[in-house]
């Protein structure tokens, strides 16, 4: 069978991702911090660009308006015959006015030192970043004890190993013989120098279960020996369960005496470390914010901090000059030209793409923003994307880490986002509002009563919700609210 070639010209459709789209792209799922630090690089490594100055803009307007015909002809006048008399009081020797200092600018500036001089009796002051004190987190509280406890050169790396190895909620993470390998040591060593970090404050500290952490918070309060003790050593998953009738039988004891325990055990921390290693509240910047304008919402992007770009007349003249040969040097302006417009635009269109998502979804979501979460619409990104004439996957990019600031409070634009669970009255509703009710059926529940699952079916069914049981479980489990029994309390 013979082979030959041949030449076909066939006609297909693909896209071409541009160097300016490709930016773009990137920069629209990026956070006002991310876009921020994006466009601090961009403007160190490209000449071409520089940082729009708004209060300079604003002075050279000022100026501008100060120096118009209109404000000059608005000057006063000086009446004839006395412009000498002003000249010679300019020419006076300015009268020195003699200010008390009471600033002792001698040490502040340590001048007796600069001067040549010995500079004693001066008292250096520290500098105001030595007066910061930075919080004391688990490993630096841990190491401190480590150092004072430790007696032997091996007990410390040991001990250090440990503790390197311990989560930010106190639990140690790396086994045990990991350790001793690691170590180049016998993992009867690695568990005595265990047993020394185990000692250290907060109590639980280094603990490899919640089991072991309640028991090191046992003997620490010195209930060795208790019902405290027995309960955390052998029935740990039974007061998980709380049936308390049934430890009482099993312990031959009363179910008083197992509350009065339980009572005791809920007084330990199961996560020790957070004492040390608390969750910083994060304050986040909204980037869109709607406004009520007489009966109509407005939306705005906050342009705050972002830089405002613009390219350097200088180099502008350079390139409109066509009367230089083609060099490297005009070549790497014309690249540099081009990458600082691409970053201008796509800067720009990440905005425009951002307010017309964001006007998109008010305009869906308008009783939302009018009565609250009850009235929250179910909405998909298909939606939002055929009323503004745009891909999903670009409203998936732009509404990405992004938060909006309503009358309703401050919400990820991916909140407005979800499905929808069928109604008896025809209309559906959404899964939001559906959980709302769920974490609200569980909230005003009797404790000793909790409802099943099945019952908060009833419950909903009985509000025009046609739901599944199946999926009160799923919405229960995403709220994180436990089941019928770990709701359950006997006593209150």
């Not at 406890?149 to 390197?164: H, V």
């Not at 509350?259 to 921390?269: A, G, L, N, W």
Request: net charge negative.
């Amino acid at each position: 069978m013979g082979m030959e070639l041949k030449l076909q010209m066939r006609q297909t459709q693909r896209l071409v991702m541009t160097p300016m789209l490709q930016q773009a792209i990137k920069l629209l799922p990026m956070t006002r911090l991310e876009l921020i630090q994006a466009i601090r690089m961009e403007l160190q490594e490209n000449p071409l660009l520089e940082e729009l100055d708004q209060e300079a803009e604003e002075l050279a307007e000022r100026a501008a308006a100060e120096s118009s015909p209109e404000t000059q002809s608005q000057e006063p006048q000086v009446e004839p015959g006395k412009e000498q008399m002003f000249e010679e009081q300019a020419a006076l020797p300015e009268k020195k006015t003699e200010v008390k200092d009471e600033m002792d600018w001698d040490a502040y500036f340590q001048n007796d030192v600069y001067e040549g001089r010995t500079g004693e009796g001066y008292a250096e002051f520290p500098s105001l970043e030595n007066t910061l004190r930075q919080k004391e987190g688990l490993e630096e509280h841990l190491m401190w004890q480590l150092n004072l406890a430790a007696l032997t050169d091996d007990e410390r790396r040991l001990g250090e190993m440990i503790i390197g190895n311990i989560n930010a909620e106190g639990y140690l993470v790396e086994p045990m013989d990991a350790l001793a390998a690691q170590a180049g040591v016998t993992v009867e060593d690695i568990e005595d120098a265990l047993a020394l970090i185990q000692s250290f404050d907060p109590p639980g500290v280094a603990a490899r279960d919640l089991k072991e952490c309640l028991l090191l918070q046992v003997y620490a309060n010195r209930f060795k020996g208790t019902m405290v003790e027995a309960l955390v050593q052998n029935h740990l998953e039974e007061l998980d369960e709380r049936n308390y009738k049934k430890l009482a039988k099993i312990l031959d004891v009363e179910v008083e005496d197992i509350i009065d325990s339980v009572k005791t055990i809920r007084e330990f921390d199961p996560k020790p470390g957070l004492i040390y290693n608390p969750e910083e509240t994060v304050y986040i910047t909204p980037d869109l914010y709607v406004v009520k304008v007489d009966n109509d919402y407005q939306v705005y992007l906050n342009d705050e901090d972002i830089p405002r770009l613009r390219v350097n007349s200088y180099y502008q003249s350079i390139l409109r000059d066509k009367s230089k040969d083609k060099s490297e040097t005009r070549e790497y302006l014309e690249d540099k030209f081009r990458s600082a417009l691409w970053m201008i635009k796509s800067i720009e269109q990440r905005r425009q793409t951002m307010l017309k998502v964001g006007r998109s979804i008010v305009k869906f979501q308008r009783e939302f923003l009018e009565q609250g979460i009850n009235y929250l619409k179910p909405l998909i990104l298909k939606d939002v994307a055929d009323d503004i004439g745009m891909h999903e996957s670009t409203i998936s990019r732009v509404t990405t880490n992004k938060y909006i600031h309503t009358p309703q409070g401050l919400f990820e634009l991916k909140f407005f986002f979800h499905s929808s669970v069928g109604s008896y009255l025809g209309s559906d509703m959404s899964s939001v509002r559906v959980k709302e009710m769920i974490r609200l059926i569980c909230k005003e529940e009797d404790p000793s009563k909790p409802y099943t699952d099945d019952q908060i079916v009833k419950i909903l069914q009985a509000k025009n919700v046609k739901i599944a049981r199946r999926t009160v479980t799923k919405y229960r489990k995403e709220l994180q609210i436990p089941s019928t029994s770990k709701r359950k309390r006997i006593f209150l």
